[in-house]
């Protein structure tokens, strides 16, 4: 369930409403990619992640190997602050403006996140697919935002 929502919401989704959305209005590919990778990538995939951190903090817990009960406040209140840049993604599609700063967002927290996994010794599965899709959409979020600012 936890790989088929990562694959849904940063790569299959997106791609989907990039094509969709070239096929009825036309338009230049990386804006195209910037917007809804951002609102799919960040806005969905941060806002479930931020839902399941808050009704659930035992599975991240888990994914960040961490077995101590008391580490659950910490995990819900990355929750509250994942629901906070998921929000601002999500409403860029109705605020455009909000774009550049839900996805410079985006792309800091997913870059640190990832880089965070990619430096710990040992790692589950389930970090090894955070860290890969957190590095990579950074990665992508980047490249957009340095279109979008260019």
Do not use: C
Not at 91 to 97: C, G, H, I
């Amino acid at each position: 369930m936890y790989l088929g929502v990562i694959i849904a919401t940063m790569l299959v989704l997106p791609l989907a409403s990039i094509g969709l959305e070239l096929a009825l209005h036309g338009g230049a590919l990386l804006p195209l990619a910037g917007k809804w990778f951002t609102f799919w990538g960040v806005g969905v995939r941060v806002m479930l992640a931020a839902v399941k951190q808050m009704t659930q903090p035992a599975f991240t817990a888990e994914i960040l190997q961490v077995s101590d009960p008391r580490a659950h406040i910490l995990v819900r209140e990355l929750g509250f602050a994942n629901a906070s840049i998921a929000l601002i993604a999500l409403a860029s599609l109705v605020v455009p403006a909000w774009g550049v700063p839900a996805t410079l967002a985006g792309a800091v927290f997913l870059g640190l996140a990832g880089i965070q996994h990619a430096l710990r010794k040992t790692r589950n599965g389930k970090e090894t697919i955070a860290m890969v899709s957190d590095l990579g959409l950074a990665a992508l979020l980047a490249l957009t935002l340095l279109d979008r600012l260019a």
